[in-house]
């Protein structure tokens, strides 16, 4: 049997890097030949509580038998694959009317193959409805690894219009366009005064905001107590879109995603993760009269995947499942979530380490600092945590069986259970004990 040592020295000599949501971009010790439930297990056979999902996907677990019997069944009763992935597919109508159903924005839908395309695509029709130039994005806000949306700091200097600027510490890469990061403008989230003084400025020649509704990305940073209301009448004023990327908070917060939680409805949405159960497929949907500039052809959308069953069906049967018993998914996870953040929150104050412990529905972080209040509303409340002793509190865990992504993110699947909490929370005892 091939061990992970085995398997690190195969993986160095053939793949160009690891997976993007490893930190550091090296390769992990560990490389992971099967998974049940919440569990996981490495070539050399150590099991492990996984908390990271495939960074957010797996809502329903790995192996999850009622997803897979239903996927099942949806493919042999609905199509064949190999007749179906050049046209136009039942199941993708079927799909579009879960969406209008549940999802309050969406009066139309479009489907994409991963969520950073699907970014792009929308940037492009908001222009083409608008005929405006520039978006507007926030501070540790993530919308893909493309060029004009990855990274770049706040410009504290700019005097005329707020471009970002590149720098190391936010997702720098070689390679950019140079010019790809005058398309946006760069703003502070949750500070309502700022974003209104640049739309004063310059809201005429803005076509797009986007940002996530929940800040999953980088704190799980909830927004301020009417925040996405104001914002929702400042693009009314100016006649600019609202979009927002619900591609980690979407059908995972609730069945009517994030802007069904806060009742402030977006022009526009993007959606991947949690909605395929673990397969890839990403969409957008939005308002009627700008989804139909696709239908004219006045914007161009191409891709041989775009519609392809596998996912299609993998989006519906998750809808289904979501759907079933009054929320009980939803209420599943609220009991083991709760009572995984308060053991955490007990563990580290008894053993003395500053520890910030905040999410949503579904995904939480825990961060190595004291921010002196209960509530973080921006990233930067988190300036001076100490980045070392995340990265150890991650490598620690997952010597002691526990998975977590990068800066302590936990994603929260209906495979987890109890006995899945009380191992984990035994871990990092002995963990904390340790740093």
């Excluded at 677990?61 to 694959?81: I, R």
């Excluded at 009742?263 to 949907?285: H, S």
């Excluded at 949503?360 to 988190?382: H, L, P, Q, W």
């Excluded at 980045?387 to 800066?407: D, H, N, P, S, Y």
Aim: hydrophobic share 40%; proline share 4%.
């Amino acid at each position: 049997m091939t061990s992970n040592a085995e398997f690190l020295e195969r993986a160095k000599r053939v793949l160009a890097g690891a997976h993007t949501n490893l930190p550091g971009g090296g390769f992990a010790p560990r490389f992971i030949v099967r998974g049940e439930g919440a569990h996981l297990w490495d070539a050399d056979g150590k099991e492990y509580i996984d908390f990271a999902l495939s960074a957010g996907p797996l809502i329903f677990g790995h192996s999850n038998p009622e997803f897979l019997q239903a996927l099942k069944n949806q493919l042999d009763t609905l199509w064949s694959l190999n007749s179906t992935i050049y046209q136009q597919s039942a199941l993708e109508v079927e799909l579009a009317e879960k969406f209008v159903q549940h999802v309050p924005c969406a009066e139309k839908v479009h489907f994409n193959p991963t969520a950073s395309e699907t970014v792009q695509l929308v940037i492009r029709l908001t222009r083409a409805y608008t005929s405006r130039r520039y978006f507007i994005r926030f501070e540790g806000h993530y919308h893909g690894w493309f060029d004009n949306v990855l990274g770049g700091i706040i410009n504290e200097e700019a005097t005329g219009r707020p471009f970002p600027k590149e720098s190391k510490q936010a997702l720098a890469t070689e390679g950019r366009d140079v010019a790809a990061l005058e398309q946006s403008f760069l703003l502070p989230w949750n500070d309502i005064e700022i974003l209104e003084e640049a739309l004063k400025k310059y809201g005429e020649e803005v076509a797009m905001i986007i940002m996530e509704p929940i800040l999953c990305n980088a704190g799980c940073c909830p927004p301020r107590p009417g925040y996405l209301e104001k914002v929702r009448q400042l693009c009314t004023k100016y006649g600019v879109v609202l979009c927002f990327d619900e591609v980690i908070t979407g059908f995972r917060v609730a069945l009517n995603s994030a802007q069904g939680l806060f009742g402030v409805t977006p022009d526009i949405a993007t959606f991947g993760k949690a909605m395929a159960g673990g397969l890839p497929l990403a969409a957008f949907a939005g308002q009627r009269d700008m989804m139909d500039l696709l239908l004219e052809k006045r914007v161009v959308s191409g891709g041989t995947f775009g519609r392809y069953p596998l996912g299609l069906a993998g989006a519906l049967v998750s809808i289904k499942i979501l759907e079933k018993d009054d929320g009980a998914f939803y209420k599943k996870i609220d009991s083991i979530q709760k009572r995984l953040m308060d053991g955490l929150k007990e563990i580290s104050k008894r053993r003395g380490i500053p520890m910030f412990i905040q999410g949503t529905r579904g995904v939480f972080i825990t961060r190595f600092i004291d921010i002196g209040k209960e509530v973080a509303y921006s990233i930067r409340d988190f300036e001076g945590v100490d980045t070392q002793k995340e990265r150890r509190w991650a490598e620690l865990m997952a010597e002691e069986g526990v998975i977590l992504m990068f800066v302590g993110r936990f994603y929260i699947s209906s495979a987890h259970n109890e006995a899945d909490v009380d191992r984990t929370l035994e871990c990092a005892d002995r963990v904390m004990r340790r740093l």
